[in-house]
């Protein structure tokens, strides 16, 4: 704000000293008709001018005060002629009476007052001329707060999209965190009374996916290394419930370990595997997982047993988030698609690197 009001000063008054430096001279090299001094020529054109910058200054208040830049209405350019005409009008009257004082008191030329160029014909032509100046100035300063406005207005936009987004992003995360948990516990629960050491390595598990959800899901992007130990861990944990039924498999290009990578992903994709896929398999089958870069994207792809079914109970909530998610972080340079490829189903997000 104080820079902004250090421009407006400035460009105020080299503006205003420039026209009335123009008029002094335009005056003096025409002849200097009332025979002033120099310094009674430049206390005159210097009065217009801090007159000039006074005024408009007046006009900037009243133009803000009763205006609404983000919705200029026609009425409002009534309102701004008003307001140059007053403005105007004010200008004539102080430098008349600037005049009337300074040559009577100050120059003891009471004879200028008299002369024809004090006519009220030649105080209609300032008016007119000033007039002028204050149209030209107020248009471009409304034209100059019109885009400030606007430049406000977009960057307030964008605020709260982003604001929008960083709250949607945080809303799916949040669905995405507890989800397997839950029967989680309840297999672990189920399995402390045939084998304890397993339980409690399953505990171990559970503990590192938890800490690993709590600590990596406030992130946008993360090491696809960092998000394959918690897979593996998931994996290990869902055992409990398909024991031999479930067989993984793991396929990573090294090159794409240290690629960064929405956290949770591809644990969602292995999730949606096991419970549409595994789950609805009496002999079980295979999750296969896969990682590979070309043509500057990196293509992450779980593929498992069975066929692609709908049901009309499933919210698909967890392929929603995907695609949702996708979108929010990479707009249309990310893409994700599920298809049935020879009694596989395939899961694949192709996505820009970082």
Not at 71 to 98: E, H, N, Q, R
Request: charged share 20%.
């Amino acid at each position: 704000m104080k820079t902004k009001s250090i421009y407006y000063w400035s460009l105020q008054i080299i503006i205003w000293s420039l026209l009335s430096g123009v008029a002094a001279f335009s005056y003096w090299i025409s002849g200097n008709e009332f025979k002033l001094e120099i310094w009674q020529l430049l206390l005159d054109f210097l009065a217009l001018a801090i007159l000039s910058i006074l005024i408009t200054h007046l006009l900037k208040k009243f133009i803000n005060k009763y205006l609404e830049f983000d919705a200029l209405k026609v009425v409002d350019g009534f309102k701004i002629m008003g307001l140059l005409f007053l403005a105007s009008a004010l200008l004539i009257f102080s430098y008349t009476i600037y005049i009337r004082l300074t040559y009577t008191f100050l120059y003891d030329r009471v004879d200028v007052l008299n002369h024809a160029s004090q006519s009220l014909k030649n105080h209609i032509i300032l008016f007119l001329n000033y007039g002028i100046y204050f149209m030209v100035w107020t248009v471009f300063y409304v034209a100059i707060k019109g885009l400030m406005q606007l430049n406000r207005t977009r960057e307030k936009r964008l605020e709260l999209e982003t604001s929008l987004k960083e709250s949607q992003l945080n809303t799916l995360k949040g669905q995405i965190n507890p989800h397997f948990m839950f029967n989680s516990l309840n297999n672990i629960r189920g399995l402390m009374l045939e084998d304890v050491d397993r339980a409690r390595n399953m505990l171990t598990n559970l503990s590192e996916t938890l800490r690993y959800s709590l600590t990596k899901s406030e992130e946008n992007a993360i090491l696809l290394e960092d998000e394959l130990e918690m897979v593996e861990n998931y994996i290990e944990i869902s055992k409990i419930q398909f024991e031999d039924r479930l067989q993984f498999t793991a396929n990573i290009d090294e090159a794409s370990l240290n690629k960064q990578i929405p956290p949770m992903i591809i644990q969602m994709l292995v999730e949606n595997a096991l419970k549409h896929g595994i789950s609805n398999l009496k002999k079980g089958g295979q999750v296969c997982l896969s990682t590979t870069i070309k043509d500057n994207q990196l293509q992450i792809e779980v593929s498992n047993s069975g066929t692609l079914q709908t049901h009309e109970d499933s919210t698909k909530l967890g392929l929603k988030n995907i695609k949702r998610r996708l979108e929010l972080l990479y707009d249309k340079s990310a893409t994700f698609s599920l298809n049935e490829i020879d009694n596989q189903v395939v899961a694949t997000i192709k996505m820009p690197l970082l």
